[in-house]
């Protein structure tokens, strides 16, 4: 360990002689697969078994957990300030529009750190248990693993500037959303295949299937509308995947092949624009989409992150310590 710091210091030192200060704090403060091997060597196990536990408990909430992540890294990054709560000097992410009554699983991240924090307190940072959890989540629904580099530290602010791409926008909107936080329509489609999993509440999708359009399968909204009322049950669900709706296929592509995308932002990827292609290319290969949404959520775990000194290791996720 020693040895090692010492190299990391000389190298530092030998770039800050040739006036590169910023490469030098890339290097100190890169994100790591191995960043805990040496002060919590078990924190991956301990977190694939609360996630596997979670879900065999209940099966939506692999897809409960890949949202709680995605609703983290775009809103000021991958910091856990998704999980905070409302206090006097925090304004809670939880209670803003997008996740009021909708985002699930901060129980079984902060079960994971309770766990970690017992094994290793102070070490494991709530933002990494994010990240390690929709990977973990991914895998327990039959979907792909990958590695997820590490060493991302806690946020000490949230915020209820809420940039959440909208379940109403066309394609145009989703790719400028997306665009902002550095992700190409290659990022977002498979991105967008998490839809494979979970469930949306019936006021998401009602104009889409009351609407007489041309986008959609009749049969498919006649089927939604039974469970979707036009004047009531807003909280109603359906699942976001007809056919396999627990299980990480690519089932909604071949889905919106046949105009049977439950939210008008899926739908609007097969819809005559730059997207057909690559929605086209899914629905005939699994291992494709499966292959490049691992890639998009390595890209996406890795938005803005905070390292280095840097924010902080929380020792409760919902609290400041």
Known sequence: MASHIYTTALSCLLLLLLSSFSQCQAQQQQLSPTFYDNTCPNALNIIRDAVRQAVSRERRMAASLIRLHFHDCFVQGCDASILLDESPTIKSEKTALPNHASARGY?????????????CPGIVSCADVLSVAARDATVAAGGPSWTVKLGRRDSTTASRNIDLPSPFANLDTLISSFATKGLNTRDMVPLSGAHTLGQAQ????????????????????????????????????????????????????????????????????????????????????????????????????????????????????????
């Open 202 to 321: 019936c006021f998401l999708f009602r104009d889409r299937i009351y609407g007489n359009r041309t986008d959609i399968d009749a049969g498919f909204a006649s089927t939604r509308r039974r469970k979707c009322p036009k004047d009531t049950g807003n909280g109603n669900l359906a699942p976001l995947d007809l056919v396999t709706p627990n299980s990480f296929d690519n089932n909604y592509y071949k889905n919106l092949l046949q105009k049977k995308g439950l939210l008008q932002s899926d739908q609007v990827l097969f819809s005559g624009g730059a997207t057909d292609s690559i929605v086209s290319e899914y629905a005939r290969s699994s291992r494709a989409f499966q292959e490049d949404f691992a890639s998009a959520m390595i890209k996406m775990s890795e938005i803005q992150p905070l390292t280095g000194q840097n924010g902080i290791i929380r020792k409760v996720c919902g609290a400041l310590n």
């Open 107 to 119: 129980d079984v991240i902060e079960a994971a750190k309770r766990e970690l924090e017992k094994a």
